[in-house]
C-alpha cells in the first residue's frame, strides 16, 4: 500500500523560505517519478515541479528560480526548497507518486487522476 506522508508547512511572510518533505512508503522509492503539486482555494490543482527517476526536474514557469525538487532515495523521502515566496503561493501543497516518467504531468489536468497522492500540507504566505 502506497502512502505518502507531508510535512513542513506552515506560515510565512514574502521573501521568506520553506521545505517540505513527502516521505513515502509502499513503493521502490527510486524508481518513482515524483512531484509536488498545490491547489489554492476555488482554483484547479496545479502541478508545481517533478523529479523523474533518473533525477531529471521539470518546474511550472512560475516557480523557476525560486523553488527547488530533490529526493533522496536512502531514506525515500522527496523535498521541496521553496525560496523567495510570494502571496500567490499560498496552497495546499500536496505530494504525488507515479511509477511512469510521464514528461507531461506537470500540465495534466487534472493531475489526480495519475498516481498516488499525500494528504497534503498548508502553506501560508503572507504580504
Known amino acids: 500500500q502506497v502512502q505518502l506522508v507531508e510535512s513542513g508547512g506552515g506560515s510565512v511572510q514574502a521573501g521568506g523560505s520553506l521545505k517540505l518533505s513527502c516521505v513515502a512508503s509502499?513503493?521502490?522509492?527510486?524508481?518513482?517519478?515524483m512531484g509536488w503539486f498545490r491547489q489554492a482555494p476555488g482554483k484547479e490543482r496545479e502541478g508545481v515541479a517533478v523529479?523523474?527517476?533518473?533525477?531529471?526536474?521539470r518546474y511550472a514557469d512560475s516557480v523557476k528560480g525560486r523553488f527547488t525538487i530533490s529526493k533522496d532515495n536512502t531514506d525515500n523521502t522527496l523535498y521541496l526548497q521553496m525560496s523567495s515566496l510570494k502571496p500567490e503561493d499560498t496552497a495546499v501543497y500536496y505530494c504525488?507518486?507515479?511509477?511512469?516518467?510521464?514528461?507531461?504531468?506537470?500540465?495534466?489536468?487534472?493531475?489526480?487522476?495519475?498516481?498516488?497522492w499525500g494528504q497534503g500540507t498548508q502553506v501560508t504566505v503572507s504580504s
Open positions: 504525488a507518486a507515479t511509477l511512469t516518467d510521464l514528461e507531461g504531468w506537470l500540465y495534466v489536468r487534472p493531475p489526480q487522476r495519475i498516481g498516488d
Open positions: 509502499g513503493i521502490v522509492f527510486s524508481r518513482y517519478c
Open positions: 523529479i523523474f527517476s533518473d533525477g531529471r526536474t
